[in-house]
């Protein structure tokens, strides 16, 4: 495919899905990221797209939102590595809220094998697949059906998650940044998810690289209330978001690391579970223990710093 041919099948997928990853770009154009990386860079330079960490977005700053059909497809390993990891997080018995999307989406299939689970939920999309759980209960919060994301919002949906309390509420977006925390481009999603946050005692945010270092307009949960992340490896030579990730692990973000292989010495290694990474860190906000799968021995940090370093060599 010559370059210009590679550009503008760029140039078109931007345009429709709003952001894409450079991983996802090299797949479609069948090429390296590095050479869509390139190919990214002569497109901005012609004022045609902007380039994220880990991807490029539509020109003008924020990133829009997607429709449900272009998100179904964006990043889809990455989103179920992620969901695979999340859903270990689970314990038989929680009660937690999922909020819309489909990364949650993704998740609440692999939480209908967790018996006696209650999920509290504002999406259509978590019910349905959680609908035939038999040792699963749902509770659909009320709201006014918001079409591009199965989503109820509004009033009625804020109202009913009022007085709630539960053990974890899981949560996607729009973008993902160390300054402000989870955002979202819907000014009515974004009130809602705040409401799911209010009603948990921790907040895990699932988010695939391409949203790392993306600002969108509403912001759902600030930095200083996220307890854990769980993202996928970010490309390689991604310096961006490496560096993102370290300033939100220095704000005591606890980061889970989808796909990345852990070392021989690391617990579970060669096991069935999904590979992560945990990179918690220095943690003014939390004691050890009180994050999700805190590591137990007194040098954890140091070594889940060097992971971070790592990582940010890749």
């Keep these: 495919m010559f370059a210009a041919e590679r550009r503008q099948l760029i140039l078109e997928m931007v345009r429709a899905n709003g952001a894409v990853s450079l991983r996802e770009l090299a797949r479609v154009v069948q090429t390296s990221e590095v050479t869509v990386r390139r190919d990214v860079r002569a497109l901005e330079a012609e004022g045609l797209l902007d380039r994220r960490h880990g991807g490029a977005v539509l020109p003008g700053g924020f990133t829009r939102e997607s429709g449900f059909p272009q998100k179904s497809h964006l990043a889809t390993a990455e989103k179920t590595a992620i969901a695979d990891l999340a859903a270990g997080l689970v314990e038989e018995g929680e009660a937690i809220v999922v909020g819309a999307g489909t990364t949650t989406q993704e998740l609440a299939r692999r939480l209908a094998r967790v018996p006696g689970l209650t999920v509290v939920t504002n999406s259509l999309l978590v019910a349905q697949a959680l609908a035939h759980a038999n040792r699963v209960e749902v509770v659909m919060t009320g709201g006014t059906l918001r079409g591009s994301n199965y989503a109820l919002v509004g009033s009625g949906a804020e109202q009913s998650l009022q007085g709630l309390r539960v053990s974890r509420a899981f949560l996607s977006g729009s973008g993902l940044t160390a300054e402000r925390g989870l955002s979202t481009s819907n000014m009515l999603s974004a009130s809602v998810d705040r409401a799911l946050v209010q009603a948990a005692a921790e907040v895990v945010v699932l988010a695939d690289?391409?949203?790392?270092?993306?600002?969108?307009?509403?912001?759902?949960?600030?930095?200083?209330?996220?307890?854990?992340?769980?993202?996928?490896?970010?490309?390689?030579?991604?310096?961006?978001?490496?560096?993102?990730?370290?300033?939100?692990?220095?704000?005591?973000?606890?980061?889970?690391?989808?796909?990345?292989?852990?070392?021989?010495?690391?617990?579970?290694?060669?096991?069935?579970?999904?590979?992560?990474?945990?990179?918690?860190?220095?943690?003014?906000?939390r004691t050890q223990g009180q994050g999700l799968r805190a590591l137990g021995d007194a040098g954890a940090g140091e070594r889940d710093r060097a992971r971070v370093a790592d990582l940010r060599r890749r």
Excluded: N, W, Y
């Design 209 to 285: 690289h391409t949203k790392l270092g993306s600002d969108t307009m509403f912001q759902t949960v600030p930095t200083d209330l996220i307890t854990h992340l769980v993202t996928d490896e970010p490309a390689a030579h991604d310096d961006r978001s490496a560096a993102e990730l370290q300033a939100l692990a220095d704000q005591g973000v606890r980061i889970a690391v989808a796909g990345a292989a852990p070392s021989a010495a690391e617990p579970g290694a060669g096991g069935g579970r999904p590979a992560r990474r945990e990179m918690p860190l220095p943690g003014q906000r």
